[in-house]
Nanobody, 124 residues
Framework: QVQLVESGGGLVQVGGSLRLSCEAS????????MAWFRQASGKEREFVAG????????RYADSVKGRFTISRVNVKKAVYLQMNSLKPEDTAVYYC?????????????????WGQGTQVTVSS
């Protein structure tokens, strides 16, 4: 079955950077859109960034545009999220998600496969 494993979270100061990684197994092809979501304590899960099958299309939440960059390497079945200029409001558990869907979807119910999450804490 499809499994996703995130890594790279941690504690960072305001203005710092982190790079999250997500490695997938069990995918039968490259035709999976991949995305990052996050969920802060007491809040709903929200879309952060997504990338299409071959990395040609990307979408970002307005709150992270210009600071975060999503990329994927299909030969490694991996997706990455480079996070720069981090702010306290970026503190959350970050989840990797994937599914065979048309277009880069921004709603969590569009994705059937999820990782376990990795904590990102930005301290001021």
């Amino acid at each position: 079955q499809v499994q996703l494993v995130e890594s790279g979270g941690g504690l960072v100061q305001v203005g710092g950077s982190l790079r999250l990684s997500c490695e997938a197994s069990g995918l039968t092809s490259d035709y999976y859109n991949m995305a990052w979501f996050r969920q802060a304590s007491g809040k709903e899960r929200e879309f952060v960034a997504g990338v299409s099958w071959f990395g040609t299309n990307t979408r970002y939440a307005d709150s992270v545009k210009g600071r975060f960059t999503i990329s994927r390497v299909n030969v490694k079945k991996a997706v990455y999220l480079q996070m720069n200029s981090l702010k306290p409001e970026d503190t959350a558990v970050y989840y990797c998600a994937t599914d065979q869907i048309a277009g880069v979807q921004t709603t969590s119910d569009s994705y059937h496969y999820w990782g376990q999450g990795t904590q990102v804490t930005v301290s001021s």
